[in-house]
RNA sequence: GGCAGGUUGCCCGAGUGGCCAAAGGGAGCGGACUGUAAAUCCGUCGGCUUAGCCUACGAAGGUUCGAAUCCUUCACCUGCCA
């Protein structure tokens, strides 16, 4: 980042990072202080894997790093074993062994996006089960508990919401008091001045701001990134099928993680630029005039999933998925991939094996690729003309393969619909 | 502990003895049109050895030629009362 750039507040600003927050001159005034300020933001293990939507608060986090400020990232081995309260429905509680395993793998990856170093702005690590996990009860409530009032509680959105509906748990209306208190723990600790979360902790934030002033007269700031939706309003980070995009390789695959951010829609991309790419301003207004004015060539697209895949995944792979994209994606002749290119991008993309002695249809090989769930959603793929092999369509439910269909002597490329691909390697 | 209401496919929701693999909507999927976009239109949407069979309407058992629908018990959810 040069040197010279806006404030980090008139740059969250630009790029509608900025949902709510807490007094912002004062806020200005500590970030622009002598010593570097404190912030931090929780990540609750609520599955065993980052997905998409968590990076907005994540990147925040380091966006203030670069810009002076000294990140936590925060576990949430304590408040995951009891589950923020969402508008409906009461959360099953997970057993302490998955929550720890789970607050572990995310621990793993929170750290990837922050710099640790030894300078007054190297970033910090908890969890926060470090100074819940031994309190007792009475002091909870005696420490906590007496600094908040059930009437306020009642009338959160949330609170009101739930009681409206399915009812609320004891535990979960307890999440609050967790939360805040971890803000009073590392204001006390570290000297941390800044909550910043997703819109949807905005009350969760000020809960602790206010515990801080009541209980050490301390004057903290909060700030929310906004609840990211695409233009019809569906969570980001949710795939078509409605599953979560990961942050997991393993659960996510780099290649699949590219894709989704090269189908983002023109209508968000240029707001999904700002929110989620380093870029410089006149890089993305630049790309967003391309959406305007030369959209076939989907660059500003592009240029989001690149850099989205290099910050998660690294470049090595973006290199690899980018390649197998252009070789999958180019317009049709497979058979001009050499060897190499193609054993490369069928790395990239599920696969299955096969022999020809099998005989395998294409039903078989639909299904064996995981393309499709069942053998009644093969033959429906293919009575449908959505089935290809090497970009070539199938029409026959019984078709299959012989040996000059091969690429390069041992793959098919398998396609259901537009983009959906997978690799056959057919051993001899 | 008592009383009342509820539990249907991915989600919402209709269905109160056969015409129910279950209306309708949403989501998803495929096709056409495009730009790996959106919108629109069309089709599809439990599984299988697919003119047939199997599994399924909270669980188990029962009545019946036949049950998502009736009966019994159990579990869970919501509300009111204790």
């Given at each position: 980042?040069?040197?010279?750039?806006?404030?980090?507040?008139?740059e969250?600003?630009?790029?509608?990072?900025?949902?709510?927050?807490?007094?912002?001159?004062?806020?200005?005034?500590?970030?622009?202080?002598?010593?570097?300020?404190?912030?931090?933001?929780?990540?609750?293990?609520?599955?065993?894997?980052?997905?998409a939507?968590?990076?907005?608060?994540?990147?925040?986090?380091?966006?203030?790093?670069?810009?002076?400020?000294?990140?936590?990232?925060?576990?949430?081995?304590?408040?995951?074993?009891?589950?923020?309260?969402?508008?409906?429905?009461?959360?099953?509680?997970?057993?302490?062994?998955?929550?720890?395993?789970?607050?572990?793998?995310?621990?793993?990856?929170?750290?990837?996006?922050?710099?640790?170093?030894?300078?007054?702005?190297?970033?910090?690590?908890?969890?926060?089960?470090?100074?819940?996990?031994?309190?007792?009860?009475?002091?909870?409530?005696?420490?906590?508990?007496?600094?908040?009032?059930?009437?306020v509680?009642?009338?959160?959105?949330?609170?009101?919401?739930?009681?409206?509906?399915?009812?609320?748990?004891?535990?979960?209306?307890?999440y609050?008091?967790?939360?805040?208190?971890?803000?009073?723990?590392?204001?006390?600790?570290?000297?941390?001045?800044?909550?910043?979360?997703?819109?949807?902790?905005?009350?969760?934030?000020?809960?602790?701001?206010?515990?801080?002033?009541?209980?050490?007269?301390?004057?903290?700031?909060?700030?929310?990134?906004?609840?990211?939706?695409?233009?019809?309003?569906?969570?980001?980070?949710?795939?078509?099928?409605?599953?979560n995009?990961w942050?997991?390789?393993?659960?996510?695959?780099?290649?699949?993680?590219?894709?989704?951010?090269?189908?983002?829609?023109?209508?968000?991309?240029?707001?999904?630029?700002?929110?989620?790419?380093?870029?410089?301003?006149?890089?993305?207004?630049?790309l967003?005039?391309?959406?305007?004015?030369?959209?076939?060539?989907?660059?500003?697209q592009?240029?989001?999933?690149?850099?989205?895949?290099?910050?998660?995944?690294?470049?090595?792979?973006?290199?690899?998925?980018?390649?197998?994209?252009q070789?999958?994606?180019?317009?049709g002749?497979?058979?001009?991939?050499?060897?190499?290119?193609?054993?490369?991008?069928?790395?990239?993309?599920?696969n299955?094996?096969?022999?020809l002695?099998?005989?395998?249809?294409?039903?078989?090989?639909?299904?064996?690729?995981?393309?499709?769930?069942?053998r009644?959603?093969?033959?429906?793929?293919?009575?449908?003309?959505?089935?290809?092999?090497?970009?070539?369509?199938?029409?026959?439910?019984?078709w299959?393969?012989?040996?000059?269909?091969?690429?390069?002597?041992?793959?098919?490329?398998?396609?259901r619909?537009?983009?959906?691909?997978?690799?056959?390697?057919?051993?001899?």
């Open positions: 980042m040069d040197s010279v750039s806006t404030h980090i507040l008139d969250l600003d630009w790029r509608g990072l900025i949902a709510q927050s807490t007094d912002r001159d004062a806020l200005r005034r500590d970030l622009d202080g002598p010593e570097p300020l404190t912030l931090y933001s929780g990540f609750d293990p609520t599955g065993p894997s980052l997905h939507g968590h990076l907005v608060p994540l990147l925040t986090l380091r966006r203030f790093q670069q810009a002076g400020a000294r990140p936590i990232v925060l576990a949430g081995g304590a408040t995951g074993m009891i589950g923020d309260p969402r508008d409906v429905g009461e959360r099953t509680l997970n057993s302490a062994d998955v929550v720890r395993n789970w607050s572990d793998r995310i621990r793993g990856q929170l750290e990837r996006f922050v710099e640790f170093d030894d300078s007054p702005t190297g970033a910090l690590v908890a969890n926060n089960l470090d100074w819940t996990g031994g309190q007792g009860v009475l002091d909870f409530l005696r420490d906590v508990g007496k600094h908040f009032s059930v009437n509680m009642l009338g959160r959105e949330t609170v009101k919401r739930r009681l409206e509906s399915d009812g609320l748990s004891y535990t979960e209306f307890s609050l008091l967790l939360q805040s208190q971890d803000y009073l723990e590392l204001y006390r600790r570290h000297g941390c001045r800044l909550q910043i979360g997703g819109s949807d902790q905005w009350g969760n934030i000020v809960g602790g701001v206010e515990l801080v002033r009541r209980v050490d007269s301390g004057s903290v700031h909060a700030l929310t990134t906004p609840l990211v939706t695409d233009s019809e309003g569906r969570k980001f980070g949710k795939s078509t099928g409605g599953g995009i942050l997991d390789p393993e659960m996510t695959s780099p290649y699949a993680w590219y894709q989704y951010f090269v189908n983002v829609g023109d209508a968000e991309v240029g707001r999904y630029l700002r929110l989620f790419t380093f870029l410089e301003r006149e890089e993305i207004e630049a967003e005039r391309d959406v305007v004015e030369r959209p076939h060539l989907r660059s500003a592009k240029r989001l999933a690149e850099e989205l895949t290099t910050l998660v995944h690294g470049k090595y792979q973006t290199e690899q998925v980018i390649a197998a994209s070789a999958l994606f180019g317009r002749e497979l058979a001009g991939l050499d060897a190499g290119t193609l054993d490369a991008a069928m790395s990239e993309v599920p299955a094996t096969t022999r002695e099998e005989k395998p249809t294409i039903v078989d090989l639909l299904l064996s690729t995981g393309l499709v769930d069942s009644g959603a093969a033959r429906r793929a293919v009575k449908e003309g959505g089935a290809y092999v090497n970009n070539v369509k199938v029409p026959d439910e019984e299959t393969p012989t040996a000059g269909d091969l690429l390069a002597n041992r793959w098919l490329v398998v396609r619909g537009k983009r959906n691909l997978a690799g056959v390697r057919v051993e001899p």
